[in-house]
């Protein structure tokens, strides 16, 4: 951990009251004056930093920014997911990054966070909209021991590990659509990008890419995406603090990241059909020119939906883009 990272840790464990400067220097290894000089920089930052004499230091607030010391500073020290944390102001898609990162061979876990993106990709080639400071867009790199047929687990493991956290941080406990899509009253509020890269028998990588939109306005959102899009902020009425909820969420990914290693990727996929409300819908799922209708009845072991056609049989749908019907019997 660096020194910021330290002291952020230390400020966040009393943030109800105050932590004696003393303390901090010899938990730290630091001198009054090079003390001095981390909140000074810190408080650059945005950080709101309260000095006392007799009482000692402690945090008020913090900015609204992605600070990748921060962000480490409220992780578990043996965590796998977020074990290393980079932020970028600009990139052309955190996905990129990370599967370059994942090329030269690092370690899972490391996380990528960027402000804005300016080639930011959905799924089935669509483009995703990643203005500046609006949302959190951002990519974990994952080796997990899992089958390639197995890795839809890992889709699974974002969207729960995604509602949780949102759920948590606003109160608002969003719908999952069938793969992965985040809703709230049937507006989308997030979207997750999984990439993989394996071989017949086994998994090289996964690169989990989730953009979730926090704090736009509607005038942020492009017209023709308006009437389908929505952000927490609008949602709450309120702005919601993008640091809080990045650690929320790399906390919930660790936690589901585990289970699913663990091999208790039931459990998991109890938690998903509870909050996704494809389950029991009539839907139509395009598979490039493919179209299929059916019963949507639930996930399979490896993360798959089980459709039940109109003829009866179980279909097992990999991807594609869902529908739900309007009313159907
Ligand atoms: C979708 O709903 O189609 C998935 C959207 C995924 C967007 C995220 S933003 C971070 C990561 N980088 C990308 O280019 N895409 C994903």
Redesign the pocket.
Known sequence: MTTDAQLLAALREHRNGYIAASEVMRRLGLSLAALDGRVADLRELGYQIEVKPHLGCRLLSSPDVLHADDLMARLPANRVVGRDIRVFKET?????VAEKLARDGVKQGVVIF?ES?T??????G?K?E?PVGK?????VLLRPQLLPTEATQLTVVGATALARAVQSQTDIAPDIKWP??LLIGGR?V????TEMSAEVDRVNHV?I????DVNQAASDFPPDVRKLATSLKLERGQPVHRGDLAAAILIELERDYARVCRGEFAALADEWESRCTTIGQHVTVLIGERRVQGRAESLDDSGALLLRTEHGRIERIIGGDVTVEKSRP
């Not at 052309?92 to 990129?96: A, E, M, P």
């Not at 080639?119 to 089935?124: D, I, Q, T, V, Y």
């Not at 997030?190 to 990008?193: C, E, H």
């Open positions: 052309t898609s955190t996905n990129d960027a993106q080639k930011g990709r959905g799924r089935l669509r995703w990643s949302g959190l867009w951002f990519s992965n899509d989308k997030a979207g997750i990008l690169i890419g989730i953009g979730l």
